[in-house]
């Protein structure tokens, strides 16, 4: 089987492909006002920090984009990720002394929230008469440490949240944030967990109205979506230090899939995780080694993104000091 397949794209016809996918999207809303954010924020962060130096600052996605097929959309073909990676390793960056840029698919999980119920307001707090209510015993040390954490990291400036749903969105806003990342050069990063997108169908080409039940078949085509790392890589942000992760659910392709994309996209490094054990290890490839990253049960911190943070920052720091690839 050639693993490399679907990764060919001729130069020419990707710009093609590229300009035809902006150009059919529907107009992103408020797009003058996430540049404006981005620029406070990185202006913010681009200050020397306590030691001095600048911080670093890292884009996360984080999450599954959604390819609508009906403009008026009630029906889409989705993506899996339930956002867990990039919350828990946009923590992990914070900690790392990074400003996070964190782009994620509406309801995905969020950062700070993991050790709550999933219904947090509804679980967390109970009334104690008509008009008060208190949080419940069993969660107040959870509840208190999230809310603390997350408002020092958003009200420090250290913390951005974007949200998108649809591909379209999600690709829109990419572009917008490596535009005003390129300022910062190596010093930024980015971490692609999302799920996005393989297919979608052209905005164009997509019926208005909710599509008709009673046929025997649906008939749709979807296009394939462009490889941006391409264009994030050579276009957007050229001196980003960019991570993308490969998903497999078959373990004896994946490492090669990973390698495949770390030559054709430049990336920095790739991180391989297959579907079932993605909680417990995952593996750092790069064009110097392949790590893998295991999650340290003894610790209390015991996620497997902790040592993930650490590895990626240690690399991004050597490539701040040496950019050339
Ligand atoms: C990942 O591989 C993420 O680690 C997961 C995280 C989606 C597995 P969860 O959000 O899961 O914690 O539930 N993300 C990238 C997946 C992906 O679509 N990669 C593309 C590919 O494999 C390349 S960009 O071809």
Redesign the pocket.
């Known amino acids: 089987m050639d693993v490399t397949k679907g990764l060919e794209v001729p130069g020419e016809t990707l710009e093609a492909e590229v300009k035809a996918f902006f150009d059919s999207a529907p107009p992103l809303q408020n797009s003058d006002g996430i540049t404006q954010l981005l620029d406070q924020f990185i202006k913010r962060n681009s200050s020397p920090s306590e030691n001095g130096k600048a911080r670093r600052i890292v884009c996360v996605t984080?999450?599954?984009t959604t390819a609508p097929l009906e403009q008026r959309c009630v029906r889409y073909v989705d993506?899996?990720?339930?956002?867990?990676?990039?919350a828990t390793s946009t923590e992990y960056f914070l900690k790392a002394g990074y400003a996070v840029i964190f782009l994620n698919r509406k309801g995905?999980?969020q950062p700070f929230c993991r050790s709550l119920p999933d219904d947090p307001l509804l679980e967390c707090f109970k009334p104690t008469d008509e008009s008060n209510i208190q949080v419940c015993e069993a969660y107040s040390e959870a509840v208190k440490r999230a809310v603390v954490d997350h408002h020092t990291a958003v009200t420090g400036g250290l913390l951005l949240k974007l949200h998108f749903n649809t591909i379209f969105e999600y690709l829109q806003i990419l572009q917008i944030i490596a535009v005003s990342l390129r300022c910062i050069g190596p010093r930024a990063m980015f971490y692609?967990?999302?799920?996005?997108s393989?297919y979608y169908v052209p905005w164009k080409e997509m019926v208005e109205h909710k599509i008709q039940s009673g046929s025997h078949l649906l008939d749709v085509k979807l296009v394939n979506v462009p490889k941006m790392?391409s264009v994030l890589r050579n276009d957007w942000a050229p001196l980003a230090f960019c991570i993308?992760?490969?998903?497999?659910t078959d373990s004896n392709i994946l490492l090669k899939?990973a390698t495949a994309?770390l030559e054709k996209y430049k990336m920095d490094a790739v991180?391989a995780?297959e579907?079932s054990s993605?909680?417990e290890q995952?593996v750092v490839v790069t064009s110097a080694e392949n790590v893998v990253v295991k999650r340290d049960k003894s610790r209390s911190d015991n996620d497997v993104e902790n040592p993930l943070i650490k590895l990626i920052s240690e690399k991004h720091a050597t490539y701040i000091e040496h950019p050339g690839r």
């Open positions: 984080s999450g599954g993506n899996f990720s339930s956002g867990h990676r990039g995905s999980f692609l967990a999302a799920a996005a393989d790392l993308s992760f490969k998903l497999e899939k994309a991180v995780n579907l993605r909680k995952v």
